[in-house]
T-cell receptor, first 113, second 117 residues
């Protein structure tokens, strides 16, 4: 099965703790993205990576960090500096050439208590 | 200039009716306009997409109408079905600095569509 997997589906953390969300793809896509979804606000881009060992900040990068050590993996760390981390987090990927279509994973719902 | 404004926020349609969702943008550099469909608890999935060189694209019951001069595009769902009940997002992207065709997507705020049987 080809696609994007995100784990876990639900995640609970105490305030002040860092947490890492997993995103893996076996589509051989070069580009990967992390979005945050809140009710009534659509999807907002956190970070994106166009190639291994390179990534750029999106529109709401503060309080988040990423790494891209492997083509198929793009983990997102929600740090304690993120003031309102409770949200639905979506990972996506696309081809580099002619790759306008972004394919999304099933998402991780993070709740900070 | 990066914003994509979507309306309405929610829409209720009877089975068999036409659902219409509208989006407007400011940045004329946008050159790719997809619509995504999202069911509760799932990731969005591409529904249909259009480029500015055509004014309309149809795939089954789904049609995108594009008005380049007005900087607006809309999604029409004909013969709406209860199974179409979902959240719909419009989006827009432009070529990245390197000129390759993929780029960041800017999403609208979403429309929650409910189709009553």
């Amino acid at each position: 099965d080809g696609g994007i997997t995100q784990s876990p589906k639900y995640l609970f953390r105490k305030e002040g703790q860092n947490v890492t969300l997993s995103c893996e793809q076996n589509l051989n896509h070069d580009a990967m993205y992390w979005y945050r979804q809140d009710p009534g606000q659509g999807l907002r881009l956190i970070y994106y990576s166009q190639i291994v060992n390179d990534f750029q900040k999106g529109d709401i990068a503060e309080g988040y960090s990423v790494s891209r050590e492997k083509k198929e993996s793009f983990p997102l760390t929600v740090t304690s500096a993120q003031k309102n981390p409770t949200a639905f987090y979506l990972c996506a990927s696309s081809r580099r050439q002619g790759g306008d279509t972004q394919y999304f994973g099933p998402g991780t719902r993070l709740t900070v208590l | 200039q990066q914003q994509v404004k979507q309306s309405p926020q929610s829409l209720i349609v009877q089975k068999g009716g036409i659902s219409i969702i509208n989006c407007a943008y400011e940045n004329t550099a946008f050159d790719y306009f997809p619509w995504y469909q999202q069911f509760p608890g799932k990731g969005p999935a591409l529904l249909i997409a259009i480029r500015p060189d055509v004014s309309e694209k149809k795939e089954g019951r789904f049609t995108i109408s594009f008005n380049k001069s007005a900087k607006q595009f809309s999604l029409h769902i004909m013969d709406s079905q209860p199974g179409d009940s979902a959240t719909y997002f419009c989006a827009a992207s432009m070529p990245n600095a390197g000129g390759t065709s993929y780029g960041k997507l800017t999403f609208g705020q979403g429309t929650i569509l409910t189709v009553h049987p």
